[in-house]
């Protein structure tokens, strides 16, 4: 195991390793993204209506876990660790619709991921296809296709881990609507041969990318090589020390890897960050930190974004600090994480808060212990 986790690790690391070789102090060379995407904008009362029918999705209207069914040949499932695997696999799922009654509906699995799917997982992430009829009255109603985060191993540690990074992505919630909603379910696996239970584990639905751009009447761009400058500044400096709270460095908005970058129609991009698996906030025991950073474990943080002025530095802090009981609260809330997982993180966030609120530590951190490059 701790061979395999090393081996993803140096993956993950050589991503900061090639932004760090392509931003020479003299300036990148390549041009500022397009600022506009290619395609023709829909009308305004389109991105209205779509806009209004995202943030509407029925699946994220609550945060109390939805417990579902899922059949499938996962033995199947489970060989295809093909990255960007175009496989499908027959399953169904059933859930409880609106009236009370369960609802049994025919999805479409695929493997996802990269790291978790190829070395680190023996159950793997998953991505639910749903059709386009059949869904209404449920909570999966209005969705097309919805990544699953799974519990990784059978061991019930794992499932620990899987609720961290559920936190993860609920804490970003509170600072940005443009983040991506989660909601946490019940997961029974099923196998279709046997109809046995294969396990019941703790899991996550991932918001659609699609709904994440609609709900803000942006699209998701394909920009390369986009640097700090590129980006709404408020976002950005937000997105960075979430990820420092959090301790993540597996992260590049440079090359996009794990950070979505949300494009309006005046152009305005938006950095989105998603997978927190490699936080120290999880502390999942493949977890590494990048290499060239200087950190032995992923609990240690380091501040990747860009050094910032005396007047940014205040509003950005205030932020954080006014919703500190929020974030701590979120830790309570929490259903299913054991007390040595709410005691972990608890502490993990609390160190957080303990240097941000000395404007000494805050200001070395923000203004001088930053990152001088043009981007991450």
């Not at 499938?72 to 199947?76: E, I, L, P, Y």
């Not at 941000?356 to 981007?375: F, H, N, Q, T, V």
């Given at each position: 195991?701790?061979?395999?986790?090393?081996?993803?690790?140096?993956?993950?690391?050589?991503?900061?390793?090639?932004?760090?070789?392509?931003?020479?102090?003299?300036?990148?060379?390549?041009?500022?993204?397009?600022?506009?995407?290619?395609?023709?904008?829909?009308?305004?009362d389109e991105?209205?209506?779509?806009?209004?029918?995202?943030?509407?999705?029925?699946?994220?209207?609550?945060?109390?876990?939805?417990?579902?069914?899922?059949t499938?040949?996962?033995?199947?499932v489970?060989?295809?660790?093909?990255?960007?695997?175009?496989?499908?696999?027959?399953?169904t799922?059933?859930?409880?619709?609106?009236d009370?009654?369960?609802?049994?509906?025919?999805?479409?699995?695929?493997?996802?991921?990269?790291?978790?799917?190829?070395?680190?997982?023996?159950?793997?992430?998953?991505?639910?296809?749903?059709?386009?009829?059949?869904?209404?009255?449920?909570?999966?109603?209005?969705q097309?296709?919805?990544?699953?985060?799974?519990?990784?191993?059978?061991?019930?540690?794992?499932?620990?881990?899987?609720?961290?990074?559920?936190?993860?992505?609920?804490?970003?919630?509170?600072?940005?609507?443009?983040?991506?909603?989660?909601?946490?379910?019940?997961?029974?696996?099923?196998?279709?041969?046997?109809?046995?239970?294969?396990?019941?584990?703790?899991?996550?639905?991932?918001?659609?990318?699609?709904?994440?751009?609609?709900?803000?009447?942006?699209?998701?761009?394909?920009?390369?090589?986009?640097?700090?400058?590129?980006?709404?500044?408020?976002?950005?400096?937000?997105?960075?020390?979430?990820?420092y709270?959090?301790?993540?460095?597996?992260?590049?908005?440079?090359?996009?890897?794990?950070?979505?970058?949300?494009?309006?129609?005046?152009?305005?991009?938006?950095?989105?960050?998603?997978?927190?698996?490699?936080?120290?906030?999880?502390?999942?025991?493949y977890?590494?930190?990048?290499?060239?950073?200087?950190?032995?474990?992923?609990?240690?943080?380091?501040?990747?974004?860009?050094?910032?002025?005396?007047?940014?530095?205040?509003?950005?802090?205030?932020?954080?600090?006014?919703?500190?009981?929020?974030?701590?609260?979120?830790?309570?809330?929490?259903?299913?994480?054991?007390?040595?997982?709410?005691?972990?993180?608890?502490?993990?966030?609390?160190?957080?808060?303990?240097l941000?609120?000395?404007?000494?530590?805050?200001?070395?951190?923000?203004?001088?212990?930053?990152?001088?490059?043009?981007?991450?």
């Open positions: 195991m701790i061979r395999k986790a090393r081996t993803v690790a140096l993956a993950s690391a050589a991503v900061h390793l090639l932004v760090a070789a392509t931003l020479c102090a003299d300036g990148p060379k390549d041009p500022p993204p397009s600022p506009k995407p290619p395609a023709p904008w829909p009308a305004a991105i209205q209506r779509r806009r209004e029918d995202s943030e509407a999705r029925r699946l994220f209207r609550e945060t109390s876990p939805v417990s579902f069914i899922l499938a040949d996962f033995k199947a489970g060989k295809d660790r093909k990255p960007d695997s175009e496989t499908r696999f027959p399953a799922v059933a859930v409880l619709g609106e009370g009654q369960t609802r049994s509906i025919p999805v479409q699995l695929r493997t996802r991921g990269h790291a978790r799917l190829v070395q680190n997982c023996g159950f793997v992430p998953l991505r639910l296809e749903f059709p386009a009829e059949g869904t209404m009255g449920t909570p999966f109603e209005g097309g296709a919805l990544k699953l985060g799974t519990h990784c191993q059978g061991a019930r540690e794992y499932e620990q881990y899987a609720l961290r990074e559920y936190l993860a992505y609920r804490i970003f919630n509170l600072f940005t609507p443009r983040s991506f909603r989660v909601r946490l379910a019940r997961a029974t696996y099923v196998d279709a041969r046997s109809g046995k239970t294969v396990v019941e584990r703790y899991a996550m639905f991932l918001e659609a990318e699609r709904d994440l751009a609609r709900r803000h009447e942006a699209r998701i761009a394909d920009l390369p090589r986009t640097l700090f400058r590129h980006v709404d500044r408020p976002a950005l400096l937000s997105m960075m020390l979430f990820e709270m959090i301790g993540n460095t597996d992260f590049s908005i440079y090359v996009r890897h794990n950070v979505r970058l949300l494009q309006d129609q005046a152009g305005m991009v938006h950095p989105v960050p998603y997978d927190f698996d490699y936080a120290g906030l999880v502390n999942a025991p977890a590494l930190p990048a290499r060239g950073l200087s950190l032995k474990t992923v609990l240690e943080r380091a501040y990747l974004g860009p050094c910032l002025t005396m007047e940014e530095v205040e509003p950005v802090v205030a932020t954080f600090l006014a919703r500190k009981a929020d974030v701590l609260g979120l830790v309570e809330s929490v259903e299913g994480l054991d007390p040595g997982s709410r005691k972990e993180v608890k502490g993990y966030l609390l160190e957080f808060y303990s941000i609120a000395r404007p000494r530590d805050a200001k070395r951190l923000l203004m001088e212990a930053c990152s001088r490059k043009a981007g991450m």
